[in-house]
């Protein structure tokens, strides 16, 4: 257990809508970062924050969004759904986001768009 | 694209030790070398990382080569829980405020048979 926690687990919707993935860091880590894992793309950075503050985007589409609020937790909108959007989603956290910090990785949420 | 090259599988015998390796040629002064793993569709497992000295906690050690080009992972006792997908990332570290987003490559599959 990384201490890493994502809700929900697993998530089963249809084309067009819009979802939130919930993610909440290890205790006393300021920094998330969010990835995608699909099958032929592996595993991407998507998004990270730290402190509240958008540090770096990596490959995120403009139909998904991402904020980190005052007590850290970090949530992950994606909206007007694809097909293609469906993947793993794991969130990581480290303590500061820089220097030989470690992220660990949550369980991830595995989105299905049907 | 990802820095590293590392062979699609291994496989390895129950309590072996396993060595996987990972050619980072382009390294540079400041990248660490990271190690994480997949089992299935979990979150990626930190495992251990190093910048020129040789490392050792207690899943595992790395080597590090002395013209830092490239590293082995050594699993010393594999069990059947070892089988996954290992990932080797070169990870540049400073105190500067950049982004240090992992960036994963397709990792080595190691099978630990009976």
């Known amino acids: 257990d990384s201490g890493v926690t994502q809700t929900p687990k697993h998530l089963i919707t249809a084309t067009g809508q819009r979802v939130t993935l919930r993610c909440s860091p290890r205790s006393g880590d300021l920094s998330v970062y969010w990835y995608q894992q699909s099958l032929d793309q592996g595993l991407q950075f998507l998004i990270q924050?730290?402190?509240?503050?958008?540090?770096a985007k990596g490959n995120i589409l403009e139909r998904f969004s991402a904020q980190q609020f005052p007590d850290l937790h970090s949530e992950l909108n994606l909206s007007s759904l694809e097909l293609g959007d469906s993947a793993l989603y794991f969130c990581?956290?480290?303590?500061?986001?820089?220097?030989?910090?470690?992220?660990?990785f949550g369980p991830g949420t595995r989105l299905t768009v049907l | 694209d990802a820095k590293t090259t590392q062979p699609p599988s291994m496989d390895c015998a129950e309590g072996r030790a396993a060595n996987l390796p990972c050619n980072h040629s382009?390294?540079?002064?400041?990248?660490?070398v990271y190690w994480y793993r997949q089992i299935h569709s979990q979150g990626p497992q930190y495992i251990i990382h190093g910048l020129k000295n040789n490392e050792t906690n207690e899943m595992a050690s790395l080597i590090i080569t002395e013209d830092r080009k490239s590293s082995t992972l050594i699993l010393p006792h594999a069990t059947l829980r070892d089988t996954a997908v290992y990932y080797c990332i070169v990870k540049e570290v400073d105190s500067g405020a950049g982004s240090y987003q992992l960036t994963f490559g397709k990792g080595t599959k190691l099978s630990v048979i009976p």
């Open positions: 990581a956290s480290s303590v500061i986001g820089g220097g030989p910090d470690t992220q660990y």
């Open positions: 382009t390294i540079s002064g400041n990248e660490y």
């Open positions: 924050y730290y402190n509240g503050e958008e540090r």
